[in-house]
């Protein structure tokens, strides 16, 4: 066991697992080809797994979960820190000594007759500045063959901490008796610690992806002074080949992952711009050698909701998922052995089985064949957009930084911050109007600020003051905009044609960053001029472009109140800065 690796602080912390879980069997995974394949033969054995159509969909397999275990559970996810106001209003807290306690009499002896996986993990590139060691145990080979695409794993992670580092997030998960009354994920931010339990769904168990690039690395990023933000990350290429990088953070259902991989529209492909994914998620962000902010992708996959991802929409996330990618809780069809779901763009045929696991007809059918959170996990490498930069150790310069949310009438199409800490007042604000899909009514104002809401490790309000201290520290600051592509008209439609058309907007907002074009100012920030966003071969007349551009005052009035109450949540605590901007949004409005 020990050949593995001779760190003691990782030996010690081991050791003391295995005392709580008692297992059967323990394997250490070196990241190697030969390992790998054996896994997936020994999952496909015990059905955890099921191969797919080897010539259609090479090296790809099927997963299904429990039916009562398919999505993040926010109910039963803790931020434990020692006080509860520095987890702040916005997160579940509960003591450490309290979560110690419940999680020791939930894992104790859960291993008894399974084998442990001790999966050595690294968030961004190996040797990268920005790149964070993590070490998950678990007992699901499903785990495992999920962290092999979605973060770099294996011997050369253990190499990176060497002998006596103690700078790693302790992750340990079992999916115990998969008991939803039990199912827990607890945070221990000043332990650098995540505890997982009852869960075998990819967003509860994959500890890299938001309890670590997130919840864990926006507490250790405070500490020591970089960022860990839910945003994409992506380049624009100019027919000159210069390439501008922009992040850009959405809650769900605001079309993120099909921004981050966007096709430009015919007119500017035919002229030479094209778009490069450096990541679909997640964005760590660090001040530069040239005093600007520098941006990576933590994750060395994708996550992905499969219902909506079709040709038309995303044609680049379908195609990363032709080889290398696991499918959960998708439908198969039994005819060819492959995946479908609702929005592949495929029609389906009449021999299927739904995501449950029974016969399914497209013309009886009174249930979607899909969960709407069913998934695929697809290596990066296999987009056919990403970035050639993908995995520079630097990551790549931000020349802008972009919110956005889904807003029926308040937000105009695109608009411009007037400084960074406007920006930040932008983003704190930020919102989304529930659609029909959520459970509740329809139209409700949510506010998911930086779309961070549900992976902020910390207090919020303390979260704000970080992105203000950072534009201290920042010689060469990007803009920040904010853009809302779901402006609809009185029938209810979206006036803005969406998807591939966004790189209009996108174009205006290099445009602004490199002092390009001008932009008119209003109560709430700069919004373009209508001339200058690029309209050609769109059937939007100029009438509904500038319609699209304008704001309402009396809505604002009403954004601003929002604004205000959400605010006052958090004690006196939000930072000066930020009440200030909202007072000056106010005498704007008057």
């Known amino acids: 066991m020990n050949s593995f690796t001779n760190n003691k602080n990782i030996l010690a912390w081991i050791d003391k697992v295995v005392a709580l879980t008692s297992p ?24 955890e797994i099921m191969p797919l159509n080897q010539e259609k969909l090479p090296n790809c397999y099927y997963h299904r979960t429990r039916q009562d275990d398919v999505a993040r559970m926010e109910d039963r996810t803790f931020i434990c820190t020692r006080e509860e106001i520095d987890a702040g209003p916005t997160n579940n807290w509960m003591s450490p000594a309290k979560a110690h306690s419940l999680g020791r009499s939930i894992f104790k002896d859960c291993m008894k007759d399974r084998t442990m996986y001790i999966i050595p993990y690294c968030m961004g590139p190996i040797g990268s500045p920005f790149a964070k060691v993590g070490i998950e145990v678990t007992d699901s080979i499903y785990v495992v063959l999920n962290m092999n695409i979605m973060t770099r794993i294996g011997k050369q992670v253990l190499n990176m901490l060497g002998a006596e580092s103690n700078d790693f997030v302790k992750g340990l998960h ?13 945070h221990f931010p000043e332990d650098n610690a995540i505890w997982s339990c009852n869960s075998a769904y ?12 997130l919840r864990i690395a926006s507490y250790l990023g405070r500490k020591e002074s970089w960022m860990a933000e839910h945003m994409l990350i992506l380049g624009i290429e100019n027919p000159q080949g210069e390439v501008k990088y ?15 991989m966007l096709i430009p529209p015919e007119i500017y492909a035919q002229k030479g711009y094209k778009v490069w994914t450096v990541g679909d998620d997640i964005a760590w962000i660090r001040v530069g050698h040239d005093g600007r902010l520098y941006a990576v992708n933590p994750e060395s996959g994708f996550f992905g909701v499969a219902p909506g991802t079709g040709r038309n929409s995303n044609a ?52 979607k064949a899909a969960h709407p959170n069913s998934r695929f996990t697809s290596p990066a490498k ?14 790549v310069p931000l020349s802008a930084i972009i919110f956005g949310g889904r807003r029926a009438k308040t937000a105009p199409l695109v608009y411009e911050a007037r400084d960074w800490n406007h920006g930040v007042f932008v983003g704190s604000s930020m919102a989304s109007e529930t659609t029909a899909a959520a459970a509740g009514q329809v139209g409700v104002v949510r506010r998911d600020p930086m779309a961070m809401l549900p992976f902020c490790g910390y207090n919020m309000a303390d979260y704000f003051k970080h ?11 990007p803009k920040i905009f904010n853009v809302n592509w779901f402006r609809t008209d009185e029938n209810g439609k979206f006036i803005w044609p969406g998807y591939g058309e966004n790189f209009r907007i996108l ?18 920030g700069y919004v373009p001029n209508a001339d200058d966003i690029n309209m050609e071969g769109l059937s939007l007349s100029k009438e509904a472009l500038e319609d699209l551009l304008s704001i309402d005052k009396d809505l604002w009035i009403e954004e601003s109140r929002g604004i205000e109450e959400f605010y006052a949540k958090f004690d006196g605590r939000i930072p000066e800065e930020l009440t200030k901007e909202l007072e000056k949004l106010k005498n704007n409005l008057k």
Do not use: H
């Open 24 to 47: 059967k069997n323990i394997v250490w995974i070196d990241g190697s080809t030969k390992q790998i394949n054996e896994l997936t033969q020994e999952a496909c054995d015990t059905n």
């Open 174 to 186: 079992s999916k115990c008796e998969l008991d939803k009354e039990k199912r827990y994920i607890f």
């Open 202 to 213: 990819g967003g509860n168990v994959l500890l890299g992806k938001k309890c670590f690039a």
């Open 246 to 260: 922009v992040a850009a953070a959405f809650p769900s259902a605001c079309g993120k992952t099909n921004l981050a």
């Open 316 to 367: 680049n996330a379908v195609d990363a998922t032709s080889k290398d990618t696991i499918f959960t809780n998708v439908a198969l069809n039994l005819d060819d052995n492959t995946v479908w779901w609702e929005g592949l763009g495929a029609p389906p045929t009449k021999n299927m089985l739904d995501w449950k696991g029974n016969p399914w007809d497209y013309e009886t059918a009174t249930e």
């Open 382 to 395: 296999n987009c056919p957009c990403i970035s050639p930069e993908w995995e520079s150790p630097s990551g």
């Open 467 to 477: 992105w203000i201290d950072m534009g201290a520290k920042i010689d060469k600051l």
């Open 507 to 524: 174009d205006w907002i290099i445009k602004r960053c490199e002092d390009k074009v001008d932009a008119k100012e209003l109560a709430i």
